[in-house]
T-cell receptor
Framework: NAGVTQTPKFRVLKTGQSMTLLCAQD?????MYWYRQDPGMGLRLIHY???????AKGEVPDGYNVSRLKKQNFLLGLESAAPSQTSVYFC?????????????FGPGTRLTVL | AQTVTQSQPEMSVQEAETVTLSCTYD???????LFWYKQPPSRQMILVIR??????QNATENRFSVNFQKAAKSFSLKISDSQLGDTAMYFC???????????FGQGTRLTINP
């Protein structure tokens, strides 16, 4: 049981390049999330998904797109990377319940945009 | 909008001492959940403890306990018999019931000295 995994662990992009971050979970969780963490700040929600085929905007969605084609995978895309998107990106997942449930996090991806 | 504030950017204690990390939050809602996450140098976000707002009893997990003061909107974390492995960033987080979106504080960097 690997939990939540993220690919890649590190990446360096040039301004204007595109890339996709992959998140996978093997816990059969309905909900999945993408956060970014900047120095001196807590995590901020970019996008989330409440089930296969659904996505929704979080607190800081601009410049990112997401897709949830399979229940176990949640992709985060950057179409045209900007230096402001230099950050550490975390994926998380949780069960669907009427009450809040614990979010389990992946190990993070450190992205640098030059 | 809900906000979470951690007023102590850094703390440092000696091994085996007890340390308390502060967290306050702001919400007009009555049903919510509070969490403490630990982020060691590996960057992995690890759940330390969770508290449901409707429960009056403070949550406890081994050496970790919370002091939940709902009226004061305060949620502090106490670490007893601190260990070197407790060295990490600690984040307080808030989640409205049914919202499934965590709001994080800025974090407290805790160092346990030998």
């Amino acid at each position: 049981n690997a939990g939540v995994t993220q690919t890649p662990k590190f990446r360096v992009l040039k301004t204007g390049q595109s890339m996709t971050l992959l998140c996978a979970q093997d816990m059969n969780h309905e909900y999945m999330y993408w956060y970014r963490q900047d120095p001196g700040m807590g995590l901020r929600l970019i996008h989330y998904s409440v089930g296969e085929g659904t996505t929704a905007k979080g607190e800081v969605p601009d410049g990112y797109n997401v897709s949830r084609l399979k229940k176990q995978n949640f992709l985060l895309g950057l179409e045209s990377a900007a230096p402001s998107q230099t950050s550490v990106y975390f994926c998380a997942s949780s069960y669907h319940r009427l009450e809040a449930d614990t979010q389990y996090f992946g190990p993070g991806t450190r992205l640098t945009v030059l | 909008a809900q906000t979470v504030t951690q007023s102590q950017p850094e703390m440092s204690v000696q091994e085996a001492e007890t340390v308390t990390l502060s967290c306050t939050y702001d919400t007009s809602e009555n049903n919510y959940y509070l969490f403490w996450y630990k982020q060691p140098p590996s960057r992995q976000m690890i759940l330390v403890i969770r508290q449901e707002a409707y429960k009056q009893q403070n949550a406890t997990e081994n050496r970790f306990s919370v002091n939940f003061q709902k009226a004061a909107k305060s949620f502090s974390l106490k670490i007893s018999d601190s260990q070197l492995g407790d060295t990490a960033m600690y984040f307080c987080a808030f989640n409205l019931q049914g919202a499934q979106k965590l709001v994080f504080g800025q974090g407290t960097r805790l160092t346990i000295n030998p």
